[in-house]
């Protein structure tokens, strides 16, 4: 009989491993909730036997689609829509399996359709939608299957889908206005870097030749000197000095992305984005916005607190503000209400702890959050609108400045040149 890894949550909200032998991923699956484990992650144990089928023969593997595969499956616009399209049919009263089929029929992306499919047999056989989804954990994540299996314990899945389609939706609003907001700054200094690269590149050697048959060898201005200097490094003859600036690049990429992914580095990269000027105040309103929307989210849909911390702590995409989400974590598990800890952490601003405190005293603290949620929506808004205008003119005096350094440069000669013929 196989062996199964699993990653899951208790009902104290700690994160627990281990192995469970089991038939299936099905059968390993139930076992888990049975035991009060909320199973986040499970793959077949390395070495350990194939899964059999209920006639004892190997399992066969899922489908997968043809052709080769990169990325993921769908990305989180598609997956949005699909949790908002099945959320409208179950609520207009189709039932799950049927529901499923429906969206498996209108899918266009085959990948995704194979997962859908597999999702639908795995429900067809008896399984919970949520054991289903738990089988692809590179597609929904575990505050997706969590809310769908606390929405199944209370026999409201139309409503968390619903709900749950509702907070994707808000979180993609979101990033698209940061995105969108950051595209003509972007459109700026790509224009900047053609500029230059076509004056460096085609001009400048131009002009040093013409220096150079006026000025019979004659020494050049320091300022000129340096831009032909930079353009002869840059000109598309030198193969060698190319290589060697796209190396230097490669390897200050590579090196940041392995500081990030290291625990020193990644704090500090964490402290900076949270305390840098402007962009610290934007980084900060934006991860107070996805604490309490995804925290108030998980609690409205009926997940235990102790877990929907947890779940919050590992997505909210900050090292220092998950540390401190851990000891808050801790101290509601000893008995202690969530609003003083999280004062104490000193992370969170005071307003955003009063009112969860006021939530707390309530008993609205879900509907509370969420309320917090889109006041720091309006809040990210005006801050992503306040960092463009002051970026705007920055870049674009920048540009000035390189472009109107190197046509000084240029200049500069040719004004010696003028002298030497009217003299």
Same mark, same amino acid.
């Given at each position: ?246 190396? @230097?690049?490669? $390897? /200050? *990429? !590579? =090196? ?7 625990? #020193?580095?990644?704090? +500090? %990269? ?126 674009? @005096?920048?540009? $000035? /400045? *390189? !472009? =109107? ?7 500069? #000669?040719?004004?010696? +040149? %003028? ?5």
């Amino acid at each position: 009989m196989p062996k199964f890894n699993y990653t899951a949550i208790d009902a104290s909200g700690k994160q627990k491993t281990g192995k469970i032998v089991a038939n299936s991923e099905d059968e390993a699956n139930s076992k888990l909730s049975a035991s009060g484990l909320m199973v986040s992650k499970l793959s077949v144990a390395t070495g350990g036997p194939a899964r059999k089928g209920p006639t004892g023969k190997a399992a066969a593997k899922p489908k997968k689609a043809s052709g080769i595969n990169f990325g993921k499956a769908i990305n989180e616009e598609g997956l949005t829509i699909f949790t908002r399209q099945l959320a409208t049919l179950l609520q207009a009263g189709l039932p799950l399996l049927r529901s499923l089929e429906v969206m498996i029929r209108q899918e266009k992306n085959p990948r995704f359709r194979d997962i859908l499919s597999a999702i639908a047999d795995n429900v067809r056989s008896g399984n919970n939608l949520s054991d289903g989804l738990a089988q692809h954990p590179k597609v929904f994540e575990p505050i997706y299957i969590n809310m769908i299996r606390a929405g199944e314990a209370g026999g409201v899945l139309d409503v968390v889908l619903s709900r749950l389609a509702r907070f994707m939706e808000k979180n993609l609003k979101t990033k698209k206005k940061v995105k969108s907001a950051m595209i003509y700054p972007l459109v700026v200094v790509a224009v900047a870097v053609i500029i230059v690269a076509l004056l460096l590149i085609f001009i400048v050697p131009r002009f040093q030749k013409i220096f150079s048959d006026m000025l019979g060898g004659a020494e050049l201005p320091l300022l000129t000197q340096i831009v032909i200097n930079i353009s002869n490094v840059i000109t598309p003859k030198s193969f060698l000095s190319a290589g060697i600036m796209v190396g @230097v690049i490669i $390897a /200050l *990429v !590579v =090196g940041f992305r392995y500081v990030v992914k290291t625990g #020193p580095g990644r704090k +500090i %990269i964490d402290w900076l984005a949270l305390n840098t000027p402007k962009i610290g105040e934007l980084s900060s309103k934006a991860a107070v916005s996805r604490f309490t929307r995804t925290f108030g989210t998980l609690l409205s849909s009926g997940v235990p607190i102790l877990q929907a911390l947890q779940i919050t702590r590992d997505i909210i995409g900050n090292s220092i503000l998950s540390n401190a989400l851990d000891r808050v974590h801790d101290r509601v598990r000893d008995g202690e209400p969530l609003a003083a800890p999280l004062e104490q952490q000193r992370v969170f601003p005071t307003m955003v702890t009063s009112m969860i405190d006021v939530g707390e005293e309530t008993g609205e603290l879900p509907e509370m959050l969420n309320r917090i949620a889109d006041n720091y929506d309006d809040d990210v808004d005006n801050a992503v609108n306040s960092i463009t205008s002051i970026i705007e003119p920055i870049m674009i @005096v920048m540009l $000035a /400045l *390189v !472009v =109107g350094t190197i046509v000084i440069a240029l200049f500069l #000669p040719i004004i010696e +040149i %003028i002298k030497q013929l009217t003299s």
